[in-house]
């Protein structure tokens, strides 16, 4: 999860350029530019009403029969435009490979895709929208599919463009044992209201299903095999907790957010006094 700044594109403008390159044009995309273009100022409105709502799928209804009569028709031209861009829409190949380090959805390390905030399956309208586009890593755009919120109110996905809240820390780790195998699992943490409702929810339905805590189990397997590795010839807590410290700090530099995997990781097992003695014994050759 990852704080973005905004696209530096105007898609309304975007609309337009697209309807003027290629509407004359006797070739495919322009056939798809044709059938849109009676119905690029719904296109345009719609964005307009994305934009007041932050994107939240809780007042953002899709566009029905009644606005666009050829509605399946309107589906298969957007979407065929997305799968083939006219020049205008080349932006998105470069919006997929704009960012490094970790994943904004998910915060798992990597990107490569595009991520619909907002599916395109469902909402078309927003098939080339860019601030409903979110560079993201192939395994949870995967994942989340087509879940878009909950059965409560505010239970959503976090939006990497529009909630400012994720700038911060808002998720850890919480370890329990078995220390020889212990279960690690991502939790919330310094979020309330509403803020928390939007993140557990996206923890449990887009962080976990992408395997956030097989990665967790690993991270303690690897550190429990060489310790000194990482914490060097520690062999009190608050030694240990500085060596681990100075790793999530290169892990959220690295990641470009403490909420990447490996950050989490290390901020929780601060936190947790059981698990680090278990190192300690490690280090001391007890165990």
């Not at 690897?222 to 914490?231: M, N, Q, T, V």
């Not at 403490?258 to 278990?278: I, K, M, R, T, V």
């Amino acid at each position: 999860m990852r704080k973005l700044n905004f696209p530096q594109y105007n898609s309304a403008e975007i609309i337009d350029s697209s309807q003027l390159d290629e509407l004359c044009q006797k070739n495919r995309k322009g056939k798809h530019i044709r059938f849109i273009s009676s119905y690029i100022d719904i296109i345009k409105k719609s964005y307009e009403h994305y934009d007041k709502h932050n994107g939240n799928p809780w007042f953002i209804n899709s566009l029905s029969e009644e606005t666009i009569p050829s509605l399946s028709a309107f589906k298969q031209h957007m979407n065929l435009l997305y799968d083939n861009p006219p020049q205008a829409l080349k932006f998105i190949k470069s919006l997929r490979e704009s960012i490094q380090g970790a994943c904004p959805m998910c915060g798992r390390h990597g990107n490569g895709t595009i991520d619909h905030y907002l599916p395109k399956s469902i909402f078309p309208e927003y098939s080339f929208f860019s601030k409903n586009l979110i560079p993201a890593c192939d395994r949870c755009n995967k994942e989340r599919s087509l879940k878009i919120k909950g059965d409560i109110l505010h239970e959503r996905p976090i939006h990497p463009y529009f909630d400012k809240f994720i700038e911060k820390r808002i998720m850890s780790s919480h370890f329990k044992p078995d220390w020889r195998a212990p279960l690690i699992t991502p939790i919330a943490i310094d979020v309330k209201d509403e803020e928390k409702i939007i993140v557990e929810w996206h923890i449990k339905n887009i962080v976990i299903p992408s395997g956030i805590k097989n990665h967790f189990s690993y991270l303690w397997t690897k550190l429990c095999e060489s310790p000194k590795i990482y914490i060097k010839n520690a062999i009190n807590l608050e030694d240990i907790i500085k060596k681990l410290y100075e790793i999530q700090l290169i892990y959220e530099n690295n990641g470009g957010t403490p909420n990447n995997w490996d950050a989490c990781f290390y901020h929780g097992l601060q936190n947790s006094e059981e698990a680090l003695n278990y190192l300690i014994k490690i280090q001391k050759g007890e165990l």
